[in-house]
T-cell receptor, first 113, second 115 residues
Framework: EAQVTQNPRYLITVTGKKLTVTCSQN?????MSWYRQDPGLGLRQIYY???????DKGDVPEGYKVSRKEKRNFPLILESPSPNQTSLYFC????????????FGPGTRLLVL | AQSVTQLDSQVPVFEEAPVELRCNYS??????LFWYVQYPNQGLQLLLK??????LVKGINGFEAEFNKSQTSFHLRKPSVHISDTAEYFC?????????????FGQGTILTVHP
């Protein structure tokens, strides 16, 4: 089954404790992206990757890091989480191109105390 | 730069009534337009998309949308809604040029269908 998976689905942590949210897709997609969803703001792009070892900032990259060492994986790293990073995070993937449908993971709900 | 505005944050409607969710966009280049749906506690799922050609686009679950270039709108419609259509709906735009598939989302519209 074609899918995007994220782990963990739910996470409660404390300020400053490094964490990683994993994202994996099995569709051989070139393009992967991370979004955060906040009430009234819709989804905002954090980082994206056009292929292995190619990443770039989205609209709200501050406080986040990513890496793309393999085509299927695109982890999101919070080196020192803060309460304003409490949010719902989605990973998405697609074939390369502006017309392509993006496929979303189930989401990771993060609470930073 | 591109932007998307969804004109209604919440839309309540009775079951079997028609519904329209409004979306306006701005972009300096040609665009591709998408509607996604998010059911409670789930990820986003594509409803429909406009790439080119006919301005009336049909999607899944009986939804359709009309691209209006002069009004820069892409409103979503359904002639008769069901309880199961209760969800949050997002309009999104992807611009041509070198945006490499970047999606810009609207703020979302929560559709609540009442029996």
């Amino acid at each position: 089954e074609a899918q995007v998976t994220q782990n963990p689905r739910y996470l409660i942590t404390v300020t400053g404790k490094k964490l990683t949210v994993t994202c994996s897709q099995n569709m051989n997609h070139e393009y992967m992206s991370w979004y955060r969803q906040d009430p009234g703001l819709g989804l905002r792009q954090i980082y994206y990757s056009m292929n292995v070892e190619v990443t770039d900032k989205g609209d709200v990259p501050e406080g986040y890091k990513v890496s793309r060492k393999e085509k299927r994986n695109f982890p999101l790293i919070l080196e020192s989480p803060s309460p304003n990073q409490t949010s719902l995070y989605f990973c998405a993937s697609s074939r390369q191109g502006n017309q392509e449908t993006q496929y979303f993971g189930p989401g990771t709900r993060l609470l930073v105390l | 730069a591109q932007s998307v505005t969804q004109l209604d944050s919440q839309v309540p409607v009775f079951e079997e009534a028609p519904v329209e969710l409004r979306c306006n966009y701005s972009s300096s280049v040609s665009v591709y337009l998408f509607w996604y749906v998010q059911y409670p506690n789930q990820g986003l799922q594509l409803l429909l998309k406009y790439l080119s050609g006919s301005t009336l686009v049909k999607g899944i679950n009986g939804f359709e949308a009309e691209f209006n270039k002069s009004q820069t709108s892409f409103h979503l419609r359904k002639p008769s809604v069901h309880i199961s259509d209760t969800a949050e709906y997002f309009c999104a735009v992807s611009a041509g040029g070198t945006s490499y598939g970047k999606l810009t989302f609207g703020q979302g519209t929560i559709l609540t269908v009442h029996p």
